[in-house]
């Protein structure tokens, strides 16, 4: 009695472990930013210097560009303007879209990109 016991326990820690995470919803894209990204990027030109520049007003802003942040030579030479599309593929992954970018994030989940460009697009 005492083995099927533990055989049920395991049974159900493994099946617990396999289950996937709800998806982001648009609600959660200020917890999902802070938790994510605000290690390195502010969302108020207020907040203190961070790695990354702040990202308030990124959606039409042209890459490269906020003044008073030194970017990589590679980013600096960015001849593109942040939309849904650039910044989802950036954060898909950061070096495909620019060769020797200095950014080491990448989400692999594309409804955790939308969440979090739809927060920076009410940033705007």
């Not at 917890?31 to 502010?42: D, G």
């Amino acid at each position: 009695m005492g083995l099927g016991f533990c055989s049920a326990i395991s049974t159900v820690d493994v099946a617990s472990a396999q289950m996937l995470l709800p998806s982001a919803r648009s609600s959660d894209g200020a917890a999902l930013f802070k938790q994510q990204c605000a290690t390195c990027h502010a969302t108020s030109l207020s907040d203190a210097p961070r790695q990354g520049p702040p990202l308030i007003r990124i959606i039409g802003q042209h890459a490269g560009r906020v003044d008073g942040f030194h970017y990589s030579p590679s980013l600096a030479e960015a001849g593109f303007t942040w939309d849904e599309n650039t910044l989802d593929a950036w954060l898909t992954n950061p070096q495909a879209v620019i060769p020797g970018a200095i950014m080491a994030y990448r989400q692999g989940k594309p409804e955790a990109r939308a969440t979090i460009i739809t927060y920076l697009k009410g940033l705007n």
